[in-house]
């Protein structure tokens, strides 16, 4: 992440957090990604309480069963989703 995040000139990486299970995996990857290159920060943002329960394992499943997942990603996402269905 930090190379990507060098070859296009930025400072930070932004990852959001949705609940406390998220931090300790968050945590440990800013560790190595400042070992890697600590010229780069990492800033967290918290979730909405209304958002919180969202995965993107979730999102997928419930799209592979035919749900609608309109309200937690963007129609391109979606249209992404539909591609790898029809692939598997």
Same mark, same amino acid.
């Given at each position: 992440?930090?190379?990507? *995040? !060098?070859?296009?000139? *930025?400072?930070?990486? $932004?990852? #959001?957090?949705? *609940? /406390?299970?998220?931090?300790?995996? =968050?945590?440990?990857?800013? #560790?190595?990604?400042?070992?890697?290159?600590? @010229?780069? =920060?990492? $800033? +967290?943002l918290?979730? &909405?309480? @209304?958002?919180?329960? $969202?995965?993107?394992?979730l /999102?997928?499943? /419930?799209?592979k069963?035919? #749900?609608? /997942?309109?309200? +937690? %990603?963007?129609?391109?996402? $979606?249209? %992404?989703?539909?591609? !790898?269905?029809?692939? &598997?």
């Open positions: 992440m930090t190379d990507f *995040a !060098k070859s296009n000139e *930025a400072t930070c990486i $932004i990852r #959001g957090l949705r *609940a /406390v299970s998220d931090f300790e995996y =968050e945590f440990q990857m800013t #560790g190595m990604n400042y070992q890697l290159n600590p @010229q780069i =920060e990492t $800033i +967290f918290m979730t &909405s309480d @209304q958002k919180s329960f $969202i995965s993107s394992n /999102v997928k499943e /419930v799209h069963l035919g #749900g609608d /997942v309109s309200s +937690f %990603v963007t129609n391109n996402t $979606i249209k %992404v989703l539909d591609e !790898k269905n029809t692939r &598997s």
